[in-house]
């Protein structure tokens, strides 16, 4: 049986087409929501996985070549030119965070608003971007 004739049941056809989509709509019921336009590419999402506003899930390397997935222990080859990342199981990724290819993030894990990622993130981690802000007194034109 084909997933795309039962409106409860999503096929791996479906749902990738849908992940190369630039605007992702959420999907409930029949009420009209806001759509959080995030980019999804070629990536996994695990059970109750949440995407904030603007997140990116990048799939493709900026020259094209293959991705390696990057752990402490060195690189692992994946054999493709496109590959997103693996979100676990309830995970938390914030407003525009940038999850570039090849990464792999555990379960119950917590990426904050704005991070850029890359790499293996182990269940139960947390990523927080620290940054310092310069409060300036405008000048007169």
């Known amino acids: 049986m084909g997933g ?4 409860r049941c999503l096929s791996a056809h479906t749902l990738s087409r849908r992940a190369q989509s630039t605007t992702l709509s959420p999907i409930r ?7 959080h336009f995030n980019y999804v590419g070629d990536s996994i999402l695990g059970y109750h996985a949440h995407l904030g506003a603007g997140v990116i899930l990048s799939n493709v390397k900026l020259d094209h070549g293959e991705i390696a997935v990057i752990t402490p222990d060195g690189e692992i080859a994946t054999g493709l030119s496109k590959f997103g990342a693996i979100v676990g199981d309830k ?6 965070a940038v999850i570039n290819p090849g990464s792999v993030i555990g379960r119950d894990c917590m990426i904050y608003p ?14 927080k971007l620290r940054q310092e802000l310069q409060l ?4 007169e034109r």
């Open 29 to 35: 019921s029949n009420l009209p929501l806001p759509p």
């Open 114 to 127: 704005g991070v850029n990622f890359r790499g293996v993130l182990p269940h139960g981690s947390m990523v």
């Open 136 to 139: 300036l007194e405008r000048r």
């Open 4 to 7: 795309d004739s039962n409106p």
């Open 91 to 96: 995970t938390e990724i914030g407003c525009n």
